[in-house]
């Protein structure tokens, strides 16, 4: 299987625990991204990678939350101290840098996070 | 501000039967791109298809087509000849810019579609 892979696939945490989430790209696509949905939305933007560069970070992204992509190639995310709120699906997709038209994300299965 | 706006929470359509999933953006960039995504009960979002705001014509791939009214900002999904397996939660999402430089999705709120026997 040559997709977007996450692990683990469920986490399930008491509040005020750390936790770190990975994903491994498609081997060729440079650019990574980090994705939270909530129960009944769409998908939000959290942070972008292009390589090791982390590029943008939304402001959801609270410092509690790091996310690191060391050799431009897995990416991990870590929530510190999580509350509640947190609880939700982390979805990574990965896209390639050059040609083609569209640059479609490609997504993983995700992680679904739940704090007690 | 950027924005999708999908106002159909569910829909329903009757098995062979064609559905048409809503989709408006607001954007003031003169390029960007659209997406839908499907989003079955195992979670994981799968790419349909894309439109480019340049792109004359509209987009199709296979059962799926993007009717693509740029003056209207609307792109809306059409799924011809629905199979039980379409039904799903479907995500339209929006790039704003050139699609070499930055590509944030932006995505609506979903419209699940149950397809019926």
């Known amino acids: 299987d040559t997709g977007v892979s996450q692990n683990p696939r469920h986490k399930i945490t008491k509040r005020g625990q750390n936790v770190t989430f990975r994903c491994d790209p498609i081997?060729?696509?440079?650019?990574l991204y980090w994705y939270r949905q909530t129960l009944g939305q769409g998908p939000e933007f959290l942070t972008y990678f292009q390589n090791e560069a982390q590029l943008e970070k939304s402001r959801l992204l609270s410092d509690r939350f790091s996310a690191e992509r060391p050799k431009g190639s897995f990416s991990t995310l870590e929530i510190q101290r999580t509350e509640q709120g947190d609880s939700a699906m982390y979805l990574c997709?990965?896209?390639?840098?050059?040609?083609?038209?569209?640059?479609?994300?490609?997504f993983g299965p995700g992680t679904r996070l739940t704090v007690t | 501000a950027q924005k999708i706006t999908q106002t159909q929470p569910g829909m329903f359509v009757q098995e062979k039967e064609a559905v048409t999933l809503d989709c408006t953006y607001d954007t003031s960039d003169p390029s960007y791109g659209l997406f839908w995504y499907k989003q079955p009960s195992s979670g994981e979002m799968i790419f349909l298809i894309y439109?480019?705001?340049?792109?004359?014509q509209n987009a199709t791939e296979g059962r799926y087509s993007l009717n693509f009214q740029k003056a209207r900002k609307s792109a809306n999904l059409v799924i011809s000849a629905s199979q039980l397996g379409d039904s799903a939660m479907y995500f339209c999402a929006m790039r704003e810019g050139w699609a070499g430089g930055y590509n944030k999705l932006i995505f609506g709120a979903g419209t699940r579609l149950a397809v019926h026997p």
């Open positions: 439109q480019g705001s340049y792109d004359q």
């Open positions: 997709a990965s896209s390639l840098d050059a040609s083609g038209a569209s640059y479609e994300q490609y």
């Open positions: 081997s060729e696509h440079n650019r």
